[in-house]
């Protein structure tokens, strides 16, 4: 009778043991599961705060940055403008393809591969310049799509002072 | 058998409270929904505060610098095409850059120019009021109280806005008065002065003479005259570019600005007049030939240049340059 109980006890106490660590694997689970939207609410944010936060004399990049292609080219020559404020006067200036191909550039590795984004100013997509039909499935089938939006606007011409703007800016993110 | 059951009820009721315990520590709902909503408002209200900032620091900074440029652009083309001065500029500058209009009347249609279309304050103002609502979802007010421009400086004009705006959105309210000055140059821009008096026969731009005060010659003093520069005097008795629109045609220490007209360009091109422009037009010299030199070393370019005694002696002309009138 005395052994009998013994196992007893001991079975009892794996049981609860089980039903404990069940337990635990579910609410972290469920933990785990919660905070993807918030995720991608925070990256379409830190894409946009980036935009608009980093002048062109902040970036070391071969193409937007000082130095650069386009600042050779003369498309850019206000180093203190934002990139999100360049990505408006491309607009303004009706040259959506370098407006495109900045983007592509300074948001290289802001964002992690698995992730897909558009930007938009004015209610004209800008980035990426042309949807693929693969962007299309997987901007239609994402379960979550996120947006932040910003207010842009700046100098277009410093001697007369003409500004671009103001325009809405906006960037949309999910999950591939 | 009895003291047994009693002991099972007592483990029962240990392990319902344990696990009671766990689920309010572990249940996720509460805390997370509550931490969401924290989040969403700080990161709304953070978005607003970051717009009301950019709207007082750059926004109304851009559109006075923008629109200060377009209102003056468009009173100098209003003086040539009325051939007059502007009777009250600073009422004229306030309707001009608010409503685009002067005396209530369109300003382009008068100049022939579409410079103020779509660029006053008022269209600046009502642009960012609607992509704030259409962006932010936020309710803008912007009641303009005061617009004025000035001159400490001879080389630009300082314009002021005067502004009370309110941004109301479902989270918070935003109530600032605010006051935005700012500096334009004045270089490149039509002297209203020679417009009126030539009756558009002679325009001359605002560039500023590289030469420094001690450094004038006869050579330099050609130069000056060829290229139609200006020059500010310390102490000057010339009047400023804003006293020009208005034929105020006296001193100003701080920011007079003068030139030198050229014969060449005037009819008559022999007048008994010193030729800085402040006095040349008002006449200070008129038919006085005793208190007037011919500057006989420019005569071979600039025939009938004459100057007064105080400008021979500022631009260090010697006798051998100039020659008594009479």
């Given at each position: 009778m005395h052994k009998k109980r013994g196992y007893f006890f001991i079975l009892d106490a794996m049981l609860a043991l089980l039903v404990l660590v069940i337990g635990v694997f579910l609410i972290t689970s469920s933990y785990i599961n919660v905070p993807q939207p918030a995720q991608v609410g925070l990256l379409s944010d830190n894409l946009l705060d980036f935009l608009s936060n980093s002048k062109i004399k902040d970036i070391n990049n071969p193409y937007a940055g000082i130095g650069g292609e386009l600042w050779n080219k003369g498309s850019i020559t206000d180093a203190d403008n934002s990139l999100l404020q360049q990505i408006g006067i491309f607009y303004a200036t009706n040259d959506k393809g370098t407006a495109a191909k900045f983007i592509q550039n300074v948001s290289e590795?802001?964002?992690?591969?698995q992730f897909k984004y558009e930007v938009w100013i004015d209610g004209s997509m800008l980035y990426p310049a042309e949807i693929t039909a693969e962007h299309a499935q997987s901007r239609n089938s994402t379960k979550l799509l996120l947006t932040s939006k910003k207010i842009t606007f700046g100098i277009l011409n410093s001697t007369t002072g003409d500004i671009f703007g103001p325009y809405k800016a906006e960037v949309f993110l999910w999950e591939r | 058998m009895g003291k047994i059951k009693r002991k099972g009820i007592f483990f029962t009721f240990i392990s319902i409270i344990i696990m009671a315990t766990f689920i309010l520590i572990f249940t996720p709902q509460a805390d997370i929904s509550l931490q969401k909503d924290t989040h969403a408002v700080s990161a709304r209200i953070g978005s607003i505060d970051s717009f009301v900032s950019d709207l007082e620091s750059s926004y109304f900074d851009a559109v006075l610098r923008a629109t200060t440029y377009k209102t003056i652009l468009s009173l100098i083309l209003y003086m040539n095409s009325t051939?007059?001065?502007?009777?009250?500029f600073d009422s004229a500058f306030y309707e001009v850059m608010l409503t685009g209009k002067i005396n209530g009347v369109p300003i382009d249609s008068v100049t022939g120019r579409q410079i103020m279309a779509n660029s006053t304050i008022t269209d600046w103002n009502d642009r960012i009021v609607n992509t704030a609502k259409d962006t932010l979802n936020v309710n803008t007010t912007i009641i303009v109280t005061n617009i004025s421009v000035s001159q400490a400086k001879a080389w630009s004009i300082e314009p002021r806005l005067d502004v009370n705006y309110t941004i109301k959105s479902n989270v918070a309210e935003w109530s600032r008065k605010s006051t935005i000055t700012s500096q334009i140059s004045i270089?490149?821009?039509?002297?209203p002065y020679y417009l009126v008096n030539t009756n558009r026969a002679y325009t001359n731009q605002i560039k500023k003479s590289s030469v420094e005060v001690n450094q004038w010659n006869i050579a330099k003093v050609r130069e000056h005259v060829r290229n139609g520069t200006y020059i500010h005097f310390e102490d000057s008795k010339a009047s400023s570019f804003l006293m020009r629109f208005t034929n105020t045609i006296e001193p100003s220490p701080c920011c007079g600005i003068e030139s030198l007209a050229n014969p060449n360009r005037?009819?008559?091109?022999?007048?008994?007049?010193?030729?800085?422009d402040y006095l040349l037009w008002s006449h200070k010299f008129a038919n006085n030939c005793t208190q007037l030199y011919n500057i006989t070393g420019l005569w071979d370019e600039f025939r009938y240049f004459k100057l007064d005694f105080y400008h021979v002696a500022l631009f260090n002309i010697t006798s051998q340059d100039a020659v008594r009138t009479c």
């Open positions: 590795g802001i964002v992690p591969g | 051939g007059s001065y502007v009777p009250n270089e490149g821009l039509n002297d005037l009819n008559p091109s022999d007048q008994i007049e010193s030729y800085p």
